[in-house]
């Protein structure tokens, strides 16, 4: 939610705090600020952009620590903006996450008589730590003993007026990374800002905590207990995370699906033999070939990518398969056996965190996990018990599409690993697999008559997205893109359902997204189409083959096998989501109120 960034070293540290605070600002970018030892503190309400103009070319030194905010407690303001500093003014800190306990925090040590200067629940967390520093004037000993009274989550970076060539960081359910240069050490909440400095990264776990000095680091638990970390290299690189052009990430990310396709499918396929090689899950093959139920779950296009995994391990496999949003599935009472029984938890970045909250619930019930991810050393790349990656390369805009993409062609694969453990693989989806990349270049290729088509729909207040069986995940994620980037409201049913209400909405002014490719329900769907024409509603019809008659917009996307046109039939609607809310002149790849990792609940 939040961006924290952090540098001590031989070089002036404000050019990388600034700049990494662009690079993370889709994670959340109501209000920055920064603080640089020797220098003090700057913050402003609204986009790095303001905080940037407003910093003096002096405001430079050796170390620093910023923060890009997405309000949870208090209103986006510069007063609510990190960092916070206590009474003294002597520590500085920035955070992501939420302090649960802040309220008693607080209210103790105002009893003490400490004054609070915002709303927020980090600025209790601050003072607390200036109170535990001037009892222990050590600033790790002092952070330590403030978080063994913190209930909630947190990424923390802590610094002092008294120690300035030091950076504490902390991490507890909010990612952290540690980026190794020479005689340099960087601080980030994930990898972006680290990627034009250096790819050696140390991931701090939860319950893990640093001090970061020019002069060396270490790396502790809360208790102070030396903990030895190995040093992983980046996979991403500087280029992967420009926008080449493009006028916004979201379009220059569609455009990649055909790439995001093979890379998901590069190394996996065995033609000659109808083999899927998984590397990450050949060890687990003997549970997989014991799996008697299996539960899928993320949040958003993850469960929507969730639902499509369910229908397709069913259809291909004939395991009983539920999908349970995670945010649902993490409170409801488990009642599955969990022999022979795998959750697979579907996040893009690996720190959605209902979605890790789930997969902790259940292992601790002794289920076994398995992630699909797309950010290498994740969270939940890491606490899940397997897993397969995307390697669909960084997506920045906040509306997932890629790597929903990639998600879909993972879970096929999936689908075709559990068939193989319980059988043989099925040859055809095989290799149509592999066609899909061109499919989807085909697809990419009328992009323009999409645009036009978003065009003559952009004024549009109200959408309607229907499909079945296969389709119908992917109506509820198209209705998802189109309000998530140009704010239309966007219902989303099955086809089937249209006589039980939503009927109702349809007028020439509520058009219906109609998913209906030539599959096995293509005549049932065709028949609840008829319905809204009949109505006057408007059609635009995602479909395969011939063109239908009387639907006011067809857009066509190749034949492939029914379980894999959902990977195509997505693609249109990412590009009407995007030319709608282009005609608005939205900031697509930030949309309001929304921010690209959901780390807190
Ligand atoms: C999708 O366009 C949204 N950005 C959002 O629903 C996202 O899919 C959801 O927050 C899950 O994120 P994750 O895949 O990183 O866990």
Redesign the pocket.
Known sequence: MCGIVGYVGKRNATPFLIEGLEALEYRGYDSAGIYVAGKGVLKRAGKVSVLKSCTPSDFIGAAGIAHTRWATHGAPTENNAHPHTDATGNIWLVHNGIIENYRAIRASLEAEGVVFRSETDTEALAQLVGKKYRELPILEAAVAAALSEIRGAYGIAVMSTREADKIVVARLGSPLLIGMGDREYYVASDATPLLPHTRRVIYLDDGEMAVLTSHGHSITSLTQAPIEKGIETLEWNIESVKKKGHDHFMLKEILEIPEVIENAIRGRLDLENSHVHLGGLADAEERLRKTKRIIIT?????YYASLIGELLIEEIVGIPVETEIASELRYRRCTVDPEGAILIA???????AD?LEAVREAKRHGIFTLGVVNVVGSSIARETDTGVYNHAGPEIG????K??VSQLVVLALIALYLKQCHGTAETNILQELTRLPDYARSILGEREQIEEIAAKYAGMQNALFIGRKFQYPIAYEGA??LK?VSYVHAEAYGAGEMKHGPLALIDPEFPTIALMPRDSVYEKTLSNIEEIRSRGGKIIAITTGSTPQGMNEVISVPETHEALLPILTTIPLQLLAYYIARSRALPIDMPRN?A???TVE
């Open positions: 993320g949040c958003g296009s993850a579907v996040s893009q970045s690996g720190e959605t979605t906040v509306a997932s599409t790597a929903f998802l893109k998530e929304l690209k990792s959901v």
